[in-house]
DNA sequence: TTGTATGCGTTATCAA
DNA sequence: TTGATAACGCATACAA
């Protein structure tokens, strides 16, 4: 493996010449640069990353924390992984993987024994055990998502509030007056991440403030429990013309099975939006309106930060990346409301 | 950050004396031994992971490669990178992520920059791009997945042909004569990985030796085309009485759902088994017999192999891992065949 | 059992 | 514009 010595004497030139004519950090003439350049070709040279690493102050590595637990919905985690490693390949960063054995103590020993830059954490969950880590850990960090105590930490986020409000105004605006929020299974509010109770709660506020009628309905994880969840928020007695859903993908497909087999049209007798919907929903009968959670938005912005925080100065401070409406299709007016029944 | 000396200093020994201490590669005496002990707990030394790569030959990192492509299935290559990542722990190995832009030129930059000491693939395709780059590559590689081309590799895989060949052993034990292959959709052989073809052309194979009516029936995505695929396999006049199942969760579900709504019971009239599924199948209902792809069990073969190249020799072969059947039910004898028309 | 000294490959300072 | 050289932190061959 050809080092910089081999480059040098083949260009004939000393090794800090080869260095600053590749780092560009000093000018170094034409002829040089292009013998040296012509040398690099030839021996196959890639500067050995160990010696860079100690001499200059960067690995140019970065670590992710990306603790899978038993409710992480594993298409969207995937998501977010590769998200980050696209991200910060373009600032010719590598990423470091560090999984649920190692969310804490990973993270101190590739940070204590200066294996990378910088942190990344995915995924936090209301009380995340690595929090109170990262606070004072050696390196910086950015934390995506958003956790209950967020001081002197640096959050990247969708904005799930204002996502929730984005369906209720839809909503409102097509005439809606009665709708539904058909959540995520029970212990994914239990022990989960906070973004589900961001969600929950702007809905529910908003609605509030809105004067809107507005169901909450968690289902279970079975078919049946989803068909279940379904009848009940479609109970004939809230006449609910619109439903937000946010949940995974198995629910949600089950869900709009549901409703067909009910007999009721989308959006011709029901209104629906994915909310938050990290996988496709164009394949859906019929294909859904939706809020798409996009990885690269919150990934970009948490390499970004990170990268701001390496070159000096990045104030602790909560992000909030904004929604965005696509529309499919599934959100129309409501029906005319049954003539109230005579009591 | 306390760095070698300091450790030296603080126990009154010298830096080589702190080194052998902590890599046992040079007996020390007790007392000294105490001393550095105490002056690592007190500095909370970590050694420094550049200052060791560059002195050692090792860097103690993986470079792992694993390429999301479009169909892939997301929650079995999240499970096989985590469990990678697992298993290099425990050699004290971390895992350098390496996503599809990088699938070549990225294990080519990591590789001699010797930034990472093996590199493991995963998810190779038939004719996967990264084959013949490994091959000339510096380091050692264990590929998780067979090529079409294996020689001068290491891989590692579940034997798929033994499981294909496993399901119909019991079926056939069961009294089963006739039975169905539900496959991955069409796209999924035309340009993905080998192991569906592995299975499915085991499976008709070993079909056939058995003497065992055997069809094969791919559906497409949506949730109409799984219907018909499922009324295409279970047309009346081939009688079959077994399926197999090697084909996504969705899929599997739908499948399920579209039996049931036939009014066929499992294993009353039907019997099922899931094969080479790397999700849960003990939520459907019924709960399916199945044999799992357990990404662990391929994973540690794959990083101990690595380790075994790393301290010298490892052959190239293909070392497959035999399938085990896990019975929860699905399975049951043929019901009597129908009387036969009179025509 | 312990200490000294060299080298790993790079960056960056200093001198020319 | 260039070159010599001192770090960077560790492992290890060699000396004691």
Chains 1, 2 share one sequence.
Do not use: W
């Not at 949940?247 to 949600?252: P, R, V």
């Amino acid at each position: 493996m050809a080092n910089i010595h081999d480059v040098a004497r083949v260009a004939g030139v000393s090794i800090s010449t080869v260095s600053y004519a590749l780092s560009g950090k000093r000018s170094v003439s034409e002829d040089a640069r292009r013998r040296i350049t012509a040398a690099v070709q030839e021996l196959g040279y890639l500067p050995n990353a160990a010696g860079r690493m100690l001499a200059g102050a960067r690995t140019r590595i970065l670590a992710l924390s990306a603790p899978l637990r038993s409710d992480t919905y594993a298409p969207a985690h995937m998501a977010f992984v590769l998200a980050v490693a696209t991200a910060a390949r373009r600032y010719d960063y590598d990423i470091l993987l560090l999984t649920e054995d190692e969310a804490t103590n990973g993270l101190r020993r590739v940070t204590s024994s200066r294996l990378v830059d910088a942190v990344i954490l995915l995924d936090v969950s209301i009380d995340d055990e690595r929090i109170g880590l990262v606070r004072d850990l050696s390196v910086p960090s950015v934390v995506v998502g958003v956790p209950k105590d967020a001081t002197g930490l640096i959050c990247v986020d969708l904005d799930f509030a204002a996502a929730a409000r984005l369906t209720i105004d839809r909503l409102a605006e097509a005439g809606h007056r009665s709708i539904a929020l058909l959540g995520h299974p029970e212990a994914v509010y239990q022990r989960g991440s906070n973004f589900p109770h961001r969600f929950r709660n702007a809905f529910l506020d908003y609605a509030a403030e809105q004067k809107i009628s507005a169901k909450f309905v968690m289902p279970g994880t079975s078919d049946t429990d989803v068909r279940q969840a379904v009848d009940q928020m479609l109970d004939p007695g809230d006449s609910v013309t619109g439903v937000v859903m946010h949940c995974e993908e198995s629910i949600q497909s089950r869900a709009l099975q549901v409703i067909a087999e009910s007999g009721r049209s989308v959006p011709g007798d029901l209104s629906v939006i994915s909310a938050c919907t990290s996988f496709d929903t164009s394949h859906f009968h019929p294909p859904l309106d939706v809020i798409p959670l996009v990885a690269a938005d919150s990934c970009d912005r948490a390499v970004a930060l990170i990268m701001q925080a390496l070159d000096g100065a990045a104030e602790p401070h909560v992000e909030l990346v904004a929604p965005r409406y696509e529309s499919r299709g599934s959100l129309g007016k409501p029906v005319q409301p049954a003539v109230p029944e005579l009591t």
